[in-house]
């Protein structure tokens, strides 16, 4: 079983910056495939962003060049560094963590962005 933690949400205003956290339990952390995805109210999840273990990123097209995913594997974390944001962004950010054929997700984070 793998624990995951998100942190960092908030209201943001547009144009702002914000750093999503997200830890995830176990030792073999830098194997895990980590995602990060937001639901939006009356949406469905959607993907944002995804870092392989071996550092490969991938990115949604509505965030590309404003969004940045990286892990510390020192850390057992995986961020989300948000710019740029605009309040079509404002959603419940989750965190995945992929690891042995299975998924495991965080309870997730609030981003409001508004002015």
């Known amino acids: 079983q793998v624990q995951v933690v998100e942190s960092g949400g908030g209201l943001v205003q547009p144009g702002g910056s914000r750093r999503l956290s997200c830890q995830a339990s176990?030792?073999?952390?830098?194997?895990?495939?980590m995602g990060w995805y937001r639901q939006a109210p009356g949406k469905q999840r959607e993907l944002v962003a995804v870092?392989?273990?071996?550092?490969?990123?991938n990115y949604a097209d509505s965030v590309k060049g404003r969004f940045t995913i990286s892990r510390d594997n020192a850390k057992n974390t995986v961020y989300l560094q948000m710019n740029g944001l605009k309040p079509e962004d404002t959603a419940v950010y989750y965190c995945?963590?992929?690891?042995?054929?299975?998924?495991?997700w965080g309870q997730g984070t609030q981003v409001t962005v508004s002015s």
């Open positions: 176990g030792s073999n952390f830098r194997i895990y495939a």
């Open positions: 870092i392989t273990s071996r550092g490969i990123t």
């Open positions: 995945n963590a992929a690891y042995e054929g299975k998924g495991y």
